[in-house]
């Protein structure tokens, strides 16, 4: 099989699609990936990059092409630039970057914007191929709940872009269950999977190696939060619960990551002068099964919104298959998985006086008792969630859609 993969975010971004490409290569897929140059989350593009030129390259058995574009900078009026920059360079330039190729099938791995699908079915048309989305965010609902939009009409405009956007592909693909209803509203009678999130292997095996030296990994109690820190993940509700516990000077709060709202929980925490608050930024990728390893109990949020109730943040994954017991401090399907799993503890999103007591409640638990956790995580993760498993299962879907394109020509 030749796939095309079109994603505004690839490697050396830390995004799971960089894992499923370099597994879909070891299975014997021809994988290439139509992006652009790497700038998330910190909004400048990386060393080594350019934003406006033309550069393929390849990473582990995988053709990276990467278009001209306009970098995401701090958000705001950028951003909503920064996601048109891609969907005009990628009408405009893809088709003349990928003359003489043919695949097929494209698959678009689609957090937000889910807008990047647009150049993706224009390429299909082209290439007379199939193309599946993978649903990642809900649109036009992530808009408003992460206050990014709140214009009405707007709301409504994209509303009419994603519908035709969902009755213009060939296979719509979903990583949370609680999608299936939103999506199919808008989606006619395209076909939809339920197809979750996993995680590379790495995550799964024993480490051996430490991470790098940061503050805070020390001995006590270790609540680590990893990932994103936006709007979506409310991390104030971290710094909150950190305040309400300084006085038990055990237990400490690492975050790792970066994000539109690190300056904003920097300052507060600074402030506040809390001890047990630490924010050692943004580390690789491959560092963090070390970094979890590290930790007594690892930390899940994310806003009191109701599109995000429906969604299971990428970390809940990750966190199952490092085999630590997890505080999901959400509502809706990420909560039910980890209370469904035994792997921790839930509490409702943005309270972080109930976040504050589970902390507490899990750091006088037993180490067997936490380890129990751990193990029911891990073994969670792999019965539903075994990254192998699912990327022979996106094989099949891949192969079924191209069959069923075929049939109907």
């Not at 150049?119 to 036009?140: E, H, M, N, R, Y």
């Amino acid at each position: 099989m030749r796939l095309l993969i079109v994603t505004q975010y690839f490697w050396p971004e830390g995004f799971s699609i960089n894992s499923v490409a370099k597994s879909l290569v070891e299975n014997g897929v021809e994988v290439e990936v139509l992006t652009c140059k790497p700038n998330y989350p910190s909004g400048k593009v990386f060393p080594g990059y350019r934003a406006w030129d033309f550069r393929s390259e390849v990473h582990k058995g995988v053709c990276i092409h990467r278009i001209p574009f306009l970098p995401r900078g701090s958000g705001g009026g950028r951003l909503a630039l920064n996601y048109l920059s891609f969907i005009v360079s990628g009408l405009l330039f893809a088709p003349w970057m990928l003359r003489n190729k043919k695949y097929d099938a494209i698959f678009v791995y689609a957090p937000s914007p889910i807008l990047q699908a647009i150049p993706a079915i224009f390429l299909g048309w082209l290439k007379g191929c199939p193309v599946a989305l993978w649903v990642q965010d809900l649109w036009p609902e992530s808009l408003s709940a992460t206050g990014n939009v709140e214009n009405r009409l707007v709301l409504k405009l994209v509303e009419r872009v994603v519908r035709y956007i969902y009755r213009h592909t060939d296979l719509l693909m979903v990583q949370s269950r609680a999608f299936e209803a939103p999506v199919r509203a808008l989606a006619s009678r395209t076909p939809i999977v339920y197809y979750p999130n996993s995680v590379d292997d790495s995550f799964a095996m024993p480490v051996t190696e430490e991470p790098p030296p940061v503050e805070g990994l020390g001995a006590g109690f270790i609540v680590m939060f990893a990932g994103n820190i936006g709007a979506a993940q409310a991390v104030g509700v971290i710094v909150a619960a950190a305040t309400l516990l300084k006085e038990n000077t055990d237990i400490h709060f690492v975050v790792l990551g970066d994000g539109n709202s690190r300056a904003s929980m920097l300052k507060e925490a600074q402030q506040l002068g809390l001890t047990n608050f630490h924010l050692p930024g943004r580390f690789p990728m491959e560092t963090m099964p070390a970094f979890m390893k590290k930790a007594s109990a690892l930390l899940v949020t994310l806003a009191d919104r109701p599109i995000f109730a429906a969604t299971v943040p990428n970390k809940v994954q990750a966190y199952m298959a490092a085999g630590k017991p997890i505080i999901a401090c959400l509502n809706g399907e990420g909560a039910r998985l980890v209370v469904e799993a035994g792997a921790g503890f839930a509490t409702p999103a943005e309270d972080a006086k109930a976040l504050a007591n589970t902390i507490l409640r899990l750091s006088q638990l037993s180490p067997e008792e936490r380890s129990k956790m751990g193990e029911n995580g891990r073994r969670y993760y792999q019965e539903h969630f075994d990254h192998g498993h699912l990327v022979k299962l996106l094989i099949g879907h891949l192969q079924s859609v191209c069959e069923t394109k075929e049939s109907a020509i």
